[in-house]
């Protein structure tokens, strides 16, 4: 069973940035990963994707031209810049893994990781 591991959340003011990272734990990340967040009381909302070589991205509206995901396979990691960022994006963030294909859904992700907190004040 694949696990992965989220970093670098934590409090920031409206405005500022963060940036996460996602790692697989005891295995190399050699698949697409995805980026979800989640709010009280919210479903699990889909915030970008980023395939397994890296060359292709996609984002929600949301977020888009704010967040960036890139992906450094030689240091087995995926990242989420997050820019200008809002009250609106507190969450718990999650990674999520597949072997291929862009999907919005949570549901059509195997792996995941426990989650990290963003927390925007304004």
């Known amino acids: 069973q694949v696990q992965l591991v989220e970093s670098g959340g934590g409090l920031v003011q409206a405005g500022g940035s963060l940036r996460l990272s996602c790692a697989a734990s005891?295995?190399?990340?050699?698949?697409?990963v995805a980026w979800f967040r989640q709010a009280p009381w919210k479903e699990r909302d889909f915030v970008g994707y980023i395939n397994l070589s890296g060359t292709s991205t996609f984002y929600a509206d949301s977020v888009k031209g704010r967040f960036a995901i890139s992906r450094d396979n030689a240091e087995n990691t995926v990242y989420l810049q997050m820019n200008s960022l809002k009250p609106d994006d507190t969450a718990v963030y999650y990674c999520a893994g597949r072997t291929a294909g862009i999907y919005t859904s949570p549901n059509q992700y195997a792996y995941w990781g426990q989650g990290t907190q963003v927390t925007v004040s304004s």
């Open positions: 005891g295995r190399t990340l050699s698949f697409a």
